[in-house]
């Protein structure tokens, strides 16, 4: 059991400090023979990176990721893989603030009343910095399962604004820096992330993550159900105070027969689905539907509001964080979402793999019994 | 790893199919010493249990567990409680169709396109069946954790009819079938459910869960914490498709000043919350205030109307599911969602405890370092 | 993390006391569509079952074990298998002594010192009687691992007798009561144990085990290495104090040109090792090479002699055993440590493949890169 | 599950290979609060370091260790430890014949049967250097344990010559190049490495490792045991073929009366065995004897000897090993096999308080129920 470690088979335990010397993490597990480079990370380290627009924190990391093992010539060997970022911009700066009082909404005084000592310096270990390490992970785990699954997420709600689904584009994700796959709702948050930012307050976000080409039979009954670990993943990003499946919260309100996704046969003998209310998942099993999986974010409680607050000593005082924030600390959760479902989903490809030597790639019928 | 297993230090293992001779699971990993008794277990059973009112399944089961080992003179040692539940009202009859085909929104195809095989006598594993041995481990896990927290459920919410959260009143949870806080509501839902009965339909729900007692420092950054194994404990009961910890969804709504719970000092030296947005868990790790989740259960699968559905030959076909079946499965999710909770905090409280040899009981500051 | 559980994909986990009213276990990812039936099981059991000769204890017990989940019409379905042997022969006694006694060399004590409490009717979780359900446990392990695998074992020491290896004849192991593989050994061990029995005194004994036909590649650096995940195993039986792989202790006197294992070609490209020193095991990870291992049982500690001993309420005593108990325990090891390899073999090869979709089955040069 | 991390509370997780850029660990699961800095690491690891004697392998390392997270002011936080040690002296040379052949005797074809690729550059992962990761993990969990409890180990046999117990004094163990207790026995091993070396040749040992101080109670039925745990993190060092707790093979030839450990009562009214044949465990459970363990290291397969070999094409070749090499790398072993134990105790030291939170300090008698 270890509480910074996360999957099975593919396996993630992540180490460091927003402002200690480094961060990293060792993916033990990865299948051998697989190509790995740098090179093959850093685009995922890049886009989630800090200081790219004006709408994250402007903290200045290059975040060059090194592997220090586990690859030879080349070649994944089966080995542990270690990766490593360095820190660069740890403002030097006064943290006696911080470091005496516990700010509103933040992990501060629940590490304190768990440890009692913390690493205040930048939010210590629960600094959304340790994310960059699951980013990099993830791209590991897009190796593992191949080119035929694509992950993607979106950004479909920033405080109360919805995105028009009805104009959806995963293009356009790439073009906006709010991964909004609608241009119209993107221009929207450019001004309400700037009112925020001037008002020195913070917004929430909601995030909407596609896996397709997943194949059927991954995850299982009844404590290891995909769906699940998906959950426990997703919640365990920093800040996120839900998490939903395929229609989640909304499937309350269906009866049966709207809710249940009829199925008819392909003329090729697969399986076609007519809705996909599951999600991609019956019974914590995936069908071969697109996995679809959402997640709340919560607003940054670092903001420039006063609040009222205590100290370390026991206390009352007003706090107001100053210095580089997120308005929506969402954005950068998209990226970061994107990763743990490809984690969830390397793990539970050689999970069924090694019970089920001959896994089936489409939802094909029948299936022959072993 | 085990796909039949959750928790670490407090460790339940489940096992059984809906219709073979008995269902049961192994609990490791409690501590000795506890008084422990069949008839501390049954009345939480027969709180799950079906037949109770018209609007569940109509199974009789008379539930009655049966403690095998791990007890000796009316105490716990330590060693393995193996728990068991005879199947008694498993009607015989005719599977055939549902032997043969895959029913809309149901488990039945994942297992067949992951195991090529299953056991189709009243949904085998995937039965609701299964969730027995949950609420037993959970009386287990209450003894665990002790009297001084309370763990109660309640359903808010039955289709798109919501609970008056003004006339909340926990008592009245035990006055109608429905787990309902408010007498009101409950009343509606009488009719509803009878209506959606009658039709043939079914219906999903909403429960929320409140701990309240639950010492500060249960959890850990940064993949064991609380919430995220509260999210995958409740993701995990058949059915559910959604789950919120605090403001949940509607967090992602609210300016960062809103959702910051401030904190004042009590007289009596512990630290006040003034609010409990988070529902108490920041950064992972809880703070002292109650635990507050939410999770959503999809209608029923099984309903009267008649549904495209395709054979395990490939065919397509049409299917009803006629016989005994819950019109609104997230009914008895109640006690369930309960123990699932408990077996949580049973486990992090071991956890804790491990590490931290003095674990507060109160979030009294300030707190020495070791 | 489960104290009463072992394997990681072939997942056992074990339950129930000497007395109470059934011992029993869960078999957790075994793949789906084995043949599996009770009568698989069985012989393993009637094995192991005591009252067999009168060289081990005479408790009698049919040890007719049950199937209870996990199997539909013949054939493991993937969900978890529960097997239970109901507990006929608990003779009811005034365990007054053994109550508050603790036998010297026994668990009473430790059990004691870190619980506080025991169930001390026939030894209670520390009794042998538990083994039975590793020996049923390992009837699944060797349907996973197929016949392509053989898994044998002999006792080839008894006191300070040892097996002649020159007559070794692993036919003789099924003739004589003591799983010996030399008759004329097994002569003399018949005189031996008669006049320890008589004497009132117990004897030690060593087990060795072969595992052939075992695929090259099974196992992992550096801490899920085979070797020592098969000496927590053996390590793990009752009574038992030492394990060694390949030549083991011997080793140690070796020089470095002798120990190591020379290698050629076969004509059909396979590699062949001209001694097998290492036992099967290089790194952690198998060779295709016969595994070798052995495991010492030390003398039983319930004996007629009178001991010195303490009480419960920490008084100074004398003590001595009476009742049925095996001079030799040891040769109810045989079985059970057989099952143990099999379990670690069955865990690693899903493991194996989990990494390996294309796992050699045979040590053949060149094996291509992935 | 990982195949590169042991311990379930007290976790490390290692990774690196002899000649990439660095080796590292990380440690989960430590206890906040606790004094750490480098320098308490440090004297372990030039202990073990190589080049200290001409009887160990002449690679010169600093191996100076660098902790990269989960300390703050000089005290632990609860978070993640990493350690890393940077690999300096990979000396550069022409690696033809061993990347094309693989050495009798050693892991190399192991891993190339498993994964079909291996770093085979100085040995890639499976290279002693590793265990300076465990010798590193191990002084935290010293500091996890605390200064109560004193571990020792001890080389108590070279090829067949073995230590003279008589004249066994610890002290001793720090004034010779062998760790070996008895200065006589020092000086002929002395000139048997001498010859040794000159020879080409190398040779086995045993170690004996002895923990003083450990209380009563670590450990757990039935697959938790302690001897089991330590077993295995034993047989998990490089080269280890057999692992014994107390008096090991030799209980086998015990009569049942001298195995036995007999108790009295001192005077203060704890518990005094009158014996240690158990080695401080019994039924897996700690005693409050000390613990005593042995393991046998085989001898280094890389000798100047010609040998029979393959190589990775599949043709015979003969192989002699040129280059820096322990004669006997059982000498380096001790601190690594006192770290293990360390690791191991730590682990069952946090695993028992989990469940009993007034764990007791020593064997006394009567234990209150709780």
Redesign the interface.
């Known amino acids: 059991?270890?509480?910074?470690?996360?999957g099975?088979?593919f396996?993630v335990?992540?180490?460091?400090?927003s402002h200690?010397?480094?961060?990293?993490c060792?993916v033990?597990?990865c299948?051998?023979?697989?190509p790995l480079a740098e090179a093959d990370i850093q685009p995922f380290l890049d886009a989630r990176r800090p200081g790219t627009s004006r709408h994250v924190t402007q903290r200045r990391e290059l975040d060059a990721v090194?592997i220090?093992?586990?690859v030879?010539e080349g070649?994944t060997?089966?080995?542990?893989?270690?990766l490593e970022i360095g820190n660069k911009d740890q403002r030097s700066k006064d943290y006696g603030e911080i470091a005496r009082s516990?700010?509103?909404?933040?992990?501060?005084?629940?590490?304190?009343?768990?440890?009692?000592?913390?690493?205040y310096r930048g939010g210590?270990?629960?600094s959304a910095r340790?994310t960059a390490m699951r980013v990099a992970a993830g791209a590991i785990a897009r190796r593992v399962i191949g080119p035929g699954v694509t992950i993607r997420g979106a950004l479909v709600?920033?405080?109360?604004d919805r995105v028009d689904r009805a104009r959806w584009d995963w293009e356009e994700t790439r073009r906006n820096p709010f991964w909004c796959p609608d241009a119209a709702t993107a221009a929207r948050w450019e001004d309400l992330l700037n009112a925020?930012r001037k008002a020195g307050?913070?917004?929430?976000?909601?995030i909407e993550l596609v896996a397709e080409g997943v194949p059927?039979?991954l995850?299982?009954?009844?404590?290891?159900?995909l769906?699940?670990?998906?959950?426990?993943?997703?919640?365990?990003i920093?800040a996120v105070?839900?998490?939903?499946?395929?229609?989640?919260?909304a499937?309350?309100?269906?009866?049966?027969?709207?809710?249940?996704?009829?199925?008819?046969?392909r003329q090729d003998?697969t399986?076609e689905f007519?809705a996909n209310?599951?999600?991609g998942?019956?019974?914590?099993?995936?069908?071969?539907q697109p996995i679809v999986a959402r997640f709340?974010?919560?607003?940054?409680?670092?903001?420039l509001?006063p609040?009222?607050?205590?100290t370390?000593?026991?206390?009352?005082t007003e706090l107001r964080t100053v210095g580089r924030h997120d308005p929506c600390v969402?954005i950068r959760a998209v990226p970061v979402g994107e990763a743990m479902l490809a984690c969830v989903l390397a793990d539970h490809l050689?999970?069924?793999?090694?019970?089920?030597?001959d896994a089936?790639g489409q939802?094909r019928?029948?299936?022959?019994?072993?």
Chains 1, 2, 3, 4 share one sequence.
């Open positions: 059991m270890s509480h910074n470690s996360f099975h088979l396996r335990t992540t180490w460091g400090e200690g010397p480094a961060i990293g060792v033990d597990g299948p051998p023979g697989l090194r220090l093992s586990g030879f070649r060997t089966g080995t542990p893989i270690a516990f700010r509103p909404g933040h992990a501060d005084i629940a590490y304190h009343l768990k440890y009692g000592v913390r690493d210590g270990r629960s340790e709600q920033i405080g109360a925020t307050s913070s917004l929430g976000a909601v059927p039979g995850g299982a009954p009844l404590y290891g159900k769906d699940a670990e998906i959950a426990a993943a997703l919640m365990g920093n105070k839900g998490v939903e499946i395929g229609d989640g919260f499937a309350a309100s269906l009866a049966g027969e709207e809710n249940a996704d009829e199925m008819r046969m003998g399986v007519l209310h599951a999600g998942v019956l019974g914590g099993i995936s069908t071969g709340a974010v919560k607003p940054t409680s670092s903001i509001t609040r009222r607050a205590v370390v000593e026991g206390e009352e969402g050689l999970r069924h793999r090694a019970q089920n030597p089936p939802p019928l029948p299936r022959e019994n072993a």
